[in-house]
């Protein structure tokens, strides 16, 4: 059989194919409220990574789910980076995946089961890595490839992490290095090589098993992840819900080595302006910095990396457990400070 090109029919790719920030915050402003049980500890209200439901004194429930269209050709492959992207938002709440449902809609007339299949057998290899089985699922016909999990998890009520919990005067922490979603826009022009896909490869297929970890310590306030809002966005995220702001030094942020001659040639995806549109109003950006950095900040990390904030005390310690468990471009790349009244700009750079 003919290898198949999955990026062919898609529009987009991976969490670059999300609904623009300003967009998004349209449509959900019109989205009627629901009921808020006291056991539901983590809903909507302030864009988190997972809903979670107390169980009981010791146990509460993790629940996401997370799906896109393909961002790599391979199907093995892109069914490898969904579910690592997906069980990413139950590590980032602290908690620990327990079992997977498969989110699957395929064009049926244009891909042979064997394509479809190493997709699945991509996903339940992450899942095979992470612990936990697929224990069922829900298919559909459609027009382009999606692939995705529901993950449910569990967590001790008070080691959930919220992104709303960050303290002023907390260091950031983030722990993947950025330029994913400028890689995937190499790729679609043909201009990725294999030691470059093979980078990708490796950060996007990069279980953020340490969130579990990272609950348990001392001084850790606040966590997510960085996904297709890009660095900037999911920041934002967090000074809202925590009613503070950030201070980032662009010299700071840790990038993927064969994204960075990519970005300054200006090869980016779609979204990164759709991003940035959607919430550039609320970041102060220095005159002296390059456009390729700003495209760096708002491109979409697939299966980005935790963004923490914890006490100044705290931060050697959470560097210690990133690079423990093999995130070695963990980097501190800046802190959190009181938010001005009445003041728009949420996230400030640094050159």
Same mark, same amino acid.
């Given at each position: 059989?003919?290898?198949?090109?999955?990026?062919?029919?898609?529009?987009?790719?991976?969490?670059?194919?999300k609904i623009?920030?300003?967009?998004?915050a349209?449509?959900?402003?019109?989205?009627p409220?629901?009921?808020?049980?006291?056991?539901?500890?983590?809903?909507?209200?302030?864009?988190?990574?997972?809903?979670?439901?107390?169980?009981?004194?010791?146990?509460?429930?993790?629940?996401?789910?997370d799906?896109f269209?393909?961002i790599?050709?391979?199907?093995?492959?892109?069914?490898?980076?969904?579910?690592?992207?997906?069980?990413?938002?139950?590590?980032?709440?602290?908690?620990?995946?327990?079992?997977?449902l498969?989110?699957v809609?395929?064009?049926?007339?244009?891909?042979?089961?064997?394509?479809?299949?190493?997709?699945l057998?991509?996903?339940a290899?992450?899942?095979?890595?992470?612990?936990?089985?697929?224990?069922?699922?829900?298919?559909?016909?459609?027009?382009?490839?999606?692939?995705g999990?529901v993950?449910?998890?569990?967590?001790?009520?008070?080691?959930?992490?919220?992104?709303?919990?960050a303290?002023?005067?907390?260091?950031?922490?983030?722990?993947?290095?950025?330029?994913?979603?400028?890689?995937?826009?190499?790729?679609?022009?043909?201009?990725?090589?294999?030691?470059g896909?093979?980078?990708?490869?490796?950060?996007?297929?990069?279980?953020?098993?340490?969130?579990?970890?990272?609950?348990?310590?001392?001084?850790?306030?606040?966590?997510?992840?960085?996904?297709?809002?890009?660095? !900037?966005g999911?920041? $934002?995220?967090?000074? *809202?819900?925590? #009613?503070? =702001?950030?201070?980032?030094?662009? +010299?700071? %942020?840790?990038?993927?080595?064969?994204?960075?001659?990519?970005?300054?040639?200006?090869?980016?995806?779609?979204?990164?302006?759709?991003?940035?549109?959607?919430?550039?109003?609320q970041?102060?950006w220095?005159?002296?910095?390059?456009?390729w950095?700003?495209?760096?900040?708002?491109?979409?990390?697939?299966?980005?990396?935790?963004?923490?904030?914890?006490?100044?005390?705290? !931060?050697?310690?959470? $560097?210690?457990?990133? *690079?423990?468990? #093999?995130? =070695?471009?963990?980097?501190?790349? +800046?802190a %959190?400070?009181?938010?001005v009244?009445?003041?728009?700009?949420?996230?400030?750079?640094?050159?």
């Open positions: 059989m003919e290898p198949i090109a999955l990026t062919r029919f898609s529009h987009g790719g991976g969490c670059g194919c623009a920030p300003g967009l998004l349209e449509i959900l402003a019109r989205a409220q629901g009921l808020v049980p006291p056991e539901l500890l983590v809903g909507t209200e302030t864009s988190d990574d997972a809903a979670v439901y107390r169980l009981n004194d010791t146990q509460a429930l993790v629940a996401t789910t799906f269209t393909p790599v050709d391979d199907p093995f492959d892109f069914g490898r980076i969904a579910a690592t992207n997906a069980l990413s938002d139950i590590y980032a709440m602290g908690g620990t995946p327990i079992m997977a498969a989110l809609g395929m064009p049926i007339d244009k891909l042979p089961p064997e394509v479809i299949g190493r997709v057998e991509g996903g290899s992450i899942c095979r890595e992470a612990g936990i089985p697929i224990a069922g699922g829900h298919s559909i016909d459609v027009l382009e490839p999606i692939y999990l993950g449910l998890g569990l967590v001790h009520p008070d080691r959930v992490r919220r992104n709303s919990a303290e002023a005067g907390d260091v950031l922490v983030l722990g993947k290095p950025l330029g994913v979603g400028i890689l995937s826009a190499a790729l679609k022009k043909g201009l990725l090589d294999a030691a896909y093979a980078e990708m490869l490796r950060h996007t297929t990069q279980l953020n098993r340490v969130g579990t970890a990272l609950a348990g310590l001392d001084g850790l306030h606040a966590m997510t992840d960085v996904t297709g809002f890009g660095l !900037a999911h920041l $934002l995220e967090i000074c *809202r819900g925590s #009613g503070l =702001a950030a201070e980032v030094s662009l +010299g700071a %942020l840790p990038l993927i080595e064969s994204a960075l001659p990519f970005a300054q040639q200006g090869i980016v995806t779609g979204a990164s302006g759709r991003n940035w549109a959607g919430y550039g109003g970041i102060a220095p005159a002296a910095a390059a456009d950095q700003r495209a760096l900040v708002s491109d979409p990390q697939t299966s980005g990396g935790l963004l923490v904030t914890c006490s100044p005390d705290a !931060a050697p310690a959470v $560097l210690d457990a990133f *690079r423990k468990a #093999g995130f =070695a471009q963990a980097a501190a790349i +800046g %959190l400070r009181p938010a009244a009445g003041a728009a700009v949420g996230v400030s750079f640094k050159a």
